[in-house]
């Protein structure tokens, strides 16, 4: 598959990442798949590092997920460790999957000392293959050693699949007076044929977060925005979205409003750009839902929005359809009332009462739709429920990418 | 928006329809937006007929569905009526929309003599503009001066909206020496910029079957028909499937499983020509699940794999992707374990114990996917919960219908 271009909603560049105390990273070409490319990256992070983790709630999830879910859920201190590879997913691989996970966490064990239930992986890429865990093991020494904390952009390279861009962010907080620094990175939803998308997201603070309190943290901000994002509606076996507080820094964050606003920006940015790098993408959408009978209602109406097919081509075409948004918040199960809808593109005012808004021309739709970001405002008049999602449209574009390029 | 190639997945000719005693047909071009074609249909019941239907379960539904929910929840005998036109939705019009559609059943009243309560409408094509009921109800006295027993061919072409092939389907079956005639015709799920999908069924036979019985019977085979199918996961607001029973025959149906089975038949074919309708369909794709924890959950785990937007794009791609089938599984929500499944595409084993199966070899499903009508089997390996859904795949045609063009 020829390389594709670079979404025409990636931003300018790469963030500068600020060095987080207490992890280095480093990446390495293990030949997984690609040639002459960076496949492989290994994160290390100092003894009391909180380790905090959301997976892909897939039935079928890889044997990456499935064991990283039971380290998190044994209590642990001492140093950790991550590994990624790119190249081949191991998911739906058997037992044999089950070993190549098995195998790369010993050679990360023994290379660095740390201990094996404290050592986490990911793969991305080709699914149903063996994964040549022998090609990664081989090169755990190499990375060993080249651990820098300066190499975060390094690694945000090595675990893109086809990406059209790396993605990374960075926030710092002053809490008492000294600095606290979060920077993640992440990778998705391109795809790699004949494979999924995977979302794959790594944060890294330098705060001090106890594990319970960082978990938890983490889930409810994920909540709010890897949960908000959908590009085609379709769910990896290999999603994972993990968080490590160093505690380097020395400055403990648990509770901080200001850190986890921070974070949360952090996760924001690394979520948008996902969804940026959507498959064919050329509008980046997003759906504000008010008025709805419960926030969880809110949202239901947003990702059947986002996730309508006939909205999305509709955006495609830059049709200001709003007829396309009843038809999704109709069929999404949550509470909804016809006749107390109101529906605006951008700021302007499409749909109320029922009926289209005696106010609306359709130039007016027609010029928001043209713009390469747009805003989808809804609201249901039934209560005080909210919900923002994001996604993008539907293009061929999206249709070569998954249809006409064969593995 | 130019007329739309017949789709490749028509069938060969529109079949020969029975006339069905105790109703006639007629079919008129009222102009409410299309020029020099059938717009408007009207079917007329005797006496004596039941009357049974299922509508969409959206929230957002139209003024007509509303209207005719609300009939029939209530008991009523004689004669009844129904009219239908295409190229105005009639939904989310507001207020108007109400109006629209008792002027249409006060016109039909008073032309035909029936109980206004007695006669039901639909109205598909163009949504969020006023209904011009005015140009229908002054066609009523032509189209019940027209009614005519063999006129439901006429009557299947008048309701189409960009649909690329009319939609028949019949059968006879024998009770106690007498023969019974079913004949039903359908719309959907072509595409009317700007709007969305509209599915309308409406089916008619001359036996007797009491009104609750005959209710029962169609909300059940309902489920194992019309509601195993989808195009593109969206559901319309205009959605409605009609049964009249006007036991013209003098058979006594009620309760009969030969006459069950032959309306299943009638119902299971317009279900598969409205997916062989889809909008830019070329391959018509059976989805079939076994051994799930029961049989709700079989039917999760198939409308998950028919509706992806990546297993689709997979099959218009002729990929023999078996990953994302795994994938839209592992996403339904229902019961799975990857280790227990078994997926088949067509007679090709191609998965199984968690990985590929040793057997499979490449080619072998390239083969399959080649063909035009395309099986996949899925195992849950858990119990022996089963269900079939129908749907087709996802082209570049699709797109084009439903982001190139404008309203």
Known sequence: MAALPVSPLAPAGFPVL?????????????????????????????????????????????????????KLGRAADGPAAILVNSGNSNAFTGHFGQTSVAEICTAVAAETGIDPARVFTASTGVIGEPLPHERITAKVADLNSALDAGALEA??????????????????????????????????????????????????????????????????????????????????????????????????????AEFSAALEKVMLDLAHQVVRDGEGATKFVEIQVTGAASDKDAKVHGLAIANSPLVKTAIAGE????????????????????????????????????????????????????????????????????ATVWTCDLTHQYITINADYRS
Chains 1, 2 share one sequence.
Do not use: H
Not at 28 to 55: C, H, I, Q, W
């Open 155 to 256: 690694a945000a390279g090595a675990i893109m699949t086809t990406d059209t861009f790396a993605k990374g962010s960075a926030a710092e907080v002053e809490i008492g007076g000294r600095t606290v620094s979060i920077a993640g990175i992440a990778k998705g939803s391109g795809m790699i044929a004949p494979d999924m998308a995977t979302m794959l997201v790594y944060i890294f603070t330098d705060a001090k977060v106890a594990q319970d309190a960082l978990q938890a943290e983490l889930s409810a901000i994920c909540d709010r925005t890897f949960n908000c994002i959908t590009v085609d509606s379709d769910t990896s076996t290999s999603d994972s979205l993990m968080l490590c507080a160093t505690g380097a820094s020395g400055v403990d964050a648990s509770g901080n």
């Open 319 to 386: 049709d200001p359809n709003w007829g396309r948004v009843v038809m999704a918040i109709g069929k999404s199960g949550a509470a909804a009332d016809r006749d107390l809808l109101t529906i605006s593109f951008g700021d302007v005012l499409v749909a109320e009462k029922g009926w289209v808004a005696p106010s609306y021309k359709e130039e007016q739709g027609a010029a928001v739709m043209k713009e390469q970001e747009i805003t989808v405002k809804v609201d249901l008049g039934l209560g005080v429920g909210t």
């Open 18 to 70: 600020p060095a987080i105390k207490g992890v280095r990273f480093a990446a390495a070409a293990a030949g997984v798949k690609y040639k002459d490319r960076n496949d492989v990256m290994l994160a290390v992070m100092e003894p009391g590092t909180s380790v905090a983790g959301v997976f892909t709630r897939s039935a079928t999830r890889s044997a990456n997920v499935l064991d990283c879910q039971d």
